[in-house]
C-alpha cells in the first residue's frame, strides 16, 4: 500500500472562503501531481512537481495554487471557493528511478462548495 | 488528440461470474497501459501494467491483455467476489515526456450482486 496521505477527506465549506488541501507521502518521491475528478469521468491533471521549488499547470485550467518547499509535501490551495470547484481532487507521486511510471495516488478529498 | 476510450461504462454481474472490460486507446506514442481500480472515494490503485512487448499479465484474479496493434486492451476478472465492485481505469502513458504523461480512460463501474 502507497505511503501518501491526504488530509481533509472531506470538506464542506462556503464560497469565498480560503481552503488548503494537503498532500504527503513518505516515499521520498520526487514527482507528484494533483488530480482533478469528477463522477463518472476521467482524471484530468491540474498541477504536478519535479521537485522542491518545481511546480507546472498540468492539462486543465485550474484556479488552485500549489507549493513544494519539501519533498513530502504538495499542498493547493484555493484563494476563493466557488461552487464549480466542488469535486474529488487526488494527489499522486512517482518515484524518478521507477522505470514503470507508476503513479502511487492518495485517497482523495472530496470537496463541496456551497 | 489522444484518447482512452472504455467499455461498457457500467456492468453489473452475480458474484462468482467472469467479465472482460475493454480498453481502446489512440496514445502514441506508447509507452505502457495500466488498470487501475479505484473503490468509491479511494484513489486508484494499479491492477497491472504492460509494455507494448507484453500482451498478458496476470494479478490474481485479473488477467489484462493488450494488442499494441490494433490499440486494444481487455482486463478479465475471473470468479467475481463482492470486494470486486469498483471504477476500472484504464490509462495509458506516451514514451515522449519526461513528465511520464497519463491519459486516462473515464472508467467502467462494475457492480457485483451476491
Known amino acids: 500500500e502507497a505511503d501518501i496521505y491526504q488530509t481533509p477527506r472531506y470538506l464542506v465549506i462556503g464560497t469565498g472562503k480560503k481552503i488548503t488541501l494537503e498532500c504527503s507521502q513518505t516515499m521520498g518521491h520526487d514527482k507528484m501531481y494533483w488530480y482533478q475528478q469528477d463522477p463518472g469521468m476521467e482524471l484530468h491533471l491540474i498541477h504536478y512537481?519535479?521537485?522542491?521549488?518545481?511546480?507546472e499547470k498540468g492539462d486543465l485550467s485550474s484556479e488552485s495554487t500549489v507549493s513544494r518547499i519539501r519533498t513530502e509535501h504538495f499542498p493547493l490551495t484555493l484563494e476563493s471557493a466557488r461552487p464549480s470547484h466542488t469535486s474529488q481532487y487526488l494527489c499522486?507521486?512517482?518515484?524518478?528511478?521507477?522505470?514503470?511510471?507508476?503513479?502511487?495516488f492518495g485517497p482523495g478529498t472530496r470537496l463541496l462548495v456551497l | 488528440k489522444n484518447q482512452v476510450e472504455q467499455s461498457p461504462q457500467s456492468l453489473i454481474i452475480l458474484e462468482g461470474k467472469n467479465c472482460t472490460l475493454q480498453c481502446n486507446y489512440t496514445v502514441s506514442p506508447f509507452s505502457n497501459l495500466r488498470w487501475y481500480k479505484q473503490d468509491t472515494g479511494r484513489g486508484p490503485v494499479s491492477l497491472t501494467i504492460m509494455t507494448f512487448s507484453e500482451n498478458t499479465k496476470s494479478n490474481g484474479r485479473y488477467t489484462a491483455t493488450l494488442d499494441a496493434d490494433t490499440k486494444q486492451s481487455s482486463l478479465h476478472i475471473t470468479a467475481s467476489q463482492l470486494s470486486d465492485s469498483a471504477s476500472y481505469i484504464c490509462v495509458v502513458s506516451d514514451r515522449g515526456s519526461t513528465l511520464g504523461r497519463l491519459y486516462f480512460g473515464r472508467g467502467t463501474q462494475l457492480t457485483v450482486w451476491p
Open positions: 499522486a507521486s512517482r518515484g524518478l528511478a521507477d522505470y514503470q511510471e507508476t503513479q502511487y
Open positions: 512537481s519535479y521537485g522542491v521549488n518545481s511546480t
